[in-house]
C-alpha cells in the first residue's frame, strides 16, 4: 500500500465476503456486524462465533472466483498464503481487498476501533503490527468510557446554538 486516506464508509446496503471461517475470519465479521452489510462467508468449515452473528450468511464450500460475484468490500482471511493471493487475483479493479496475511496486497485496512455511541477512535499501524494496534485498543477502551456519546451529543448542541 502506497498512501492511506482514513476514511469511514456507510456499509448499508453493501456485500462483504470474507474467504476463510478461523479466527481472524471472525474478527472481521464482528467489526462488520451491524452496520447494515450484507456478510457472506465462504469457507468449508467456520467458528462456531460466526453462526452466533445474525448478519452472517455462510457458504460451506472452497473458494471460487464466482463466491466474489457483487461484492464490494473482500476479505481474504484464510491461513493459506497462496488461497489469500487468488483471492486478491480473482477480485475486479472495483473491489476493495483486504488480505490478512500480506498488507502489501490490500487495497485497504481495517483499524482497531473503540466505538461509544457516537464517539469513534480509529487505531492503526497501517497494516504493520495488528497486535499493537489491539493493544492500544484494550487501553483506550478503559480510557473511553460509555459516557463519551454524552459529550459527543453536548458539544453537537453548543455548535448548534451558534
Not at 461484492?71 to 481487498?97: G, M, R
Not at 461509544?116 to 493493544?135: H, N, V, W, Y
Request: hydrophobic content about 40%; some cysteine.
Amino acid at each position: 500500500m502506497e498512501k492511506l486516506y482514513p476514511v469511514m464508509m456507510n456499509l448499508s446496503g453493501k456485500k462483504a465476503v470474507i474467504i476463510g471461517g478461523g479466527k481472524i475470519a471472525l474478527r472481521k465479521a464482528k467489526g462488520l456486524a451491524e452496520t447494515g452489510v450484507k456478510i457472506v462467508v465462504v469457507s468449508p468449515g467456520i467458528r462456531k462465533e460466526l453462526f452466533k452473528l445474525h448478519d452472517v450468511v455462510w457458504k460451506q464450500k472452497e473458494f471460487e472466483a464466482k463466491d466474489l460475484k457483487g461484492a464490494h468490500l473482500i476479505f481474504a482471511a484464510t491461513d493459506n498464503k497462496a488461497v489469500n493471493e487468488y483471492v486478491c487475483q480473482c477480485a475486479a479493479a472495483n473491489q476493495w481487498v483486504n488480505d490478512t496475511s500480506k498488507s502489501e496486497r490490500s487495497d485497504f485496512i481495517t483499524p482497531a476501533v473503540v466505538k461509544r455511541d457516537k464517539f469513534i477512535l480509529a487505531i492503526s499501524t497501517s497494516g504493520a503490527s495488528p497486535e499493537l494496534a489491539k493493544e492500544l485498543k484494550a487501553e483506550l477502551e478503559v480510557r473511553y468510557n460509555n459516557t463519551l456519546g454524552y459529550t459527543v451529543d453536548m458539544y453537537a448542541k453548543r455548535r448548534n446554538k451558534k
